[in-house]
Nanobody
Framework: EVQLVESGGGLVQPGGSLRLSCAAS????????MSWVRQAPGKGLEWVST???????YYAESMKGRFTISRDNAKNTLFLQMNSLKAEDSAVYYC??????????WGQGTQVTVSS
């Protein structure tokens, strides 16, 4: 059974940092590109970042210079380091694996709240 379990969210002050993790199981993790996607209250899904199976990262424009996506294939884990957080970054963050550039499976999400 494919499982993606996000963790690491929480309450952080503006300008602060968080590191999200996504523990993957049930599929060949190192053969899939992985993405982070977020959803703020009342808004639709927004793409955050993608990392391919070779470790090459891609970011939405508003994340560049602030967020870093990485993966540890030996541990089947995806990460998102988030720095210089803003209130508008508040959202539920999901990880997903991609097949031919299309999401296949999603995790349950982890809540990130940026507030003073």
């Amino acid at each position: 059974e494919v499982q993606l379990v996000e963790s690491g969210g929480g309450l952080v002050q503006p300008g602060g940092s968080l590191r999200l993790s996504c523990a993957a199981s049930g599929f060949a993790f190192d053969g899939y590109a992985m993405s982070w996607v977020r959803q703020a209250p009342g808004k639709g899904l927004e793409w955050v970042s993608t990392i391919d199976w070779s470790g090459n990262p891609y970011y939405a424009e508003s994340m560049k210079g602030r967020f870093t996506i990485s993966r540890d294939n030996a541990k089947n884990t995806l990460f998102l380091q988030m720095n210089s957080l803003k209130a508008e970054d508040s959202a539920v963050y999901y990880c997903a694996n991609l097949a031919y550039g299309v999401p296949n499976y999603w995790g349950q999400g982890t809540q990130v709240t940026v507030s003073s």
